[in-house]
């Protein structure tokens, strides 16, 4: 969700840099044909993270690219940039020992989007960051204190500057569906014996995200957990929803197949609408209707503005979520529809990342002259996999590591950070 972003606030003081580091462990190793990633060491509440930044422990897909330099560069500007954001947007604003990430830039204060966000970058950058478990206690504390009115093991989407949630207090989607993920990736960094059971609440988020943000008919995301079957919105879905990574994590934690159903309807309609609708781009729409007939773009506003059925500030987030999916997985869909984008954009702009503006028509003519981070830096997790854009990944990757983080734009820096991650080896799927 953009106009009504998620976000918390999370404080504390920018991380010390480089020597907080733990040793890096090497490159990232050639991918064996299941990439998923198994856990590594067994995690305890009183240990460190089994899985610390830098040690690149699973392996992406076989053929996937990097970015030119040294590892231990690419880990280092990482850092780097993780740490102008942690200073920008990880806040304690309200008390209660809760960590917020705080969204200047959104419609509040805090959104449940960067509160997902703030959970999944510090449990992944733990090891770097010697704080990341106190951070992200402090944000399951803030979220448990701020349930949806809908379903109480979901979260609101919205809080004013005082932490407290308005606007109807119900959830969104996106901010649940890496909430969830971040609850995951702490159980296999931290163990779940010691404050927080991380498995248990990551199961329980997931199985009220199929009750709630899961349309049965269709098996696609919800926009949140006030669109039912009697409101308009019920056969719509959002583009930046389609986490097919978070997906796979969601069916191997709980078991339940249902989420191979879900991962397999979205990764058909994605094919699907690029084939239909962007043949020439692969670009996506913010907002797909119809979804229960013949599913297609938005016709002008229904929801957020006349651009919603558009490549606009939802879909720019399409290119790093496919493109994750594809160089962790190795899936051929996803890599098929990946690749799309990336020889799209590339051509587009001539290989100069600076001609990337924020907004396209799905033809692939702009209607925008701006530029973003949160249309820039999701286009280097789509350059990774396509073995003939090693220059083009080079030049996106530089233009990432050398753009400070602006503490005015929450959206844009994480978003950056994000997809730093991915393209830098770093991720991984629990």
């Known amino acids: 969700m953009r106009t009504t972003t998620k976000t918390a606030t999370i404080g504390t003081a920018a991380l010390a840099a480089a020597g907080l580091l733990l040793p890096l462990l090497g490159t990232v190793p050639a991918a064996a044909e299941d990439t998923r990633p198994t856990r590594a060491a067994v995690a305890t509440a009183d240990s460190g993270p089994a899985v610390p930044f ?4 699973f392996p992406y897909a076989a053929g996937t690219l990097k970015p030119s330099g040294t590892q231990s560069a690419l880990d280092q500007a990482v850092i780097k940039t993780y740490n102008a954001w942690k200073s920008a947007f990880v806040k304690k604003n309200c008390g209660n020992g809760w960590y917020q990430v705080i969204s200047p830039d959104a419609d ?92 248990d609440l990551a199961v329980k988020h997931i199985n009220a995200i199929k009750k709630s943000e899961v349309n049965p008919t269709t098996h696609l995301m ?22 097919i990574d978070h997906f796979r994590a969601f069916r191997t934690a709980t078991g339940d197949s249902t989420w191979d159903t879900v991962r397999a309807a979205h990764q058909n309609l994605i094919t699907s609408q690029q084939s239909k609708y962007a043949s020439g781009t692969g670009l996506l729409a913010d907002f797909v209707v119809n979804t229960n007939s013949t599913a297609k773009p938005a016709s002008g506003e229904v929801l957020e503005g006349p651009n919603d059925g558009d490549y606009s500030w939802n879909a720019c987030r399409d290119p790093w979520r496919i493109g994750t999916d594809a160089v962790t997985s190795g899936d051929s869909a996803s890599l098929a529809s990946a690749r799309k984008l990336n020889t799209w954009i590339k ?48 030049a996106l990757w530089n233009k990432l590591a050398t753009t400070s983080i602006d503490p005015d734009l929450y959206y844009g820096g994480s978003v950056q950070l994000q997809s730093m991650i991915v393209a830098s080896g770093n991720y991984w799927v629990p």
Not at 222 to 243: A, I, K, V
């Open 54 to 57: 830098g040690s690149h422990t």
């Open 108 to 199: 509040h204060p805090y959104v449940a989007e960067a509160q997902g966000y703030g959970m999944v970058v510090t449990a992944t950058m733990a090891g770097a960051d010697p704080d990341a478990k106190t951070a992200f206690d402090g944000m399951v504390k803030y979220v448990l204190a701020h349930p949806s009115v809908n379903n109480s093991n979901l979260l609101a989407a919205e809080q004013n500057a005082s932490c407290k949630s308005v606007d109807g207090s119900d959830s969104a989607t996106d901010g649940d569906l890496d909430v969830a993920y971040g609850l995951l990736l702490a159980d296999k960094q931290w163990g779940s014996t010691g404050t927080y059971n991380y498995k």
């Open 347 to 394: 051509s587009k702009t001539g290989g100069n990342p600076s001609k990337i503006v924020s907004g396209y028509h799905l033809n692939g003519s702009a209607f925008d002259s701006g530029n973003d981070m949160a249309f820039t830096a999701p286009f280097v997790v789509t350059a990774l996999t396509d073995s003939g854009s090693q220059a083009w990944l080079d």
């Open 222 to 243: 919800l926009l949140g957990d006030w669109s039912d079957s009697g409101e308009s919105h019920y056969w719509m879905t959002r583009s930046s929803d389609w986490m």
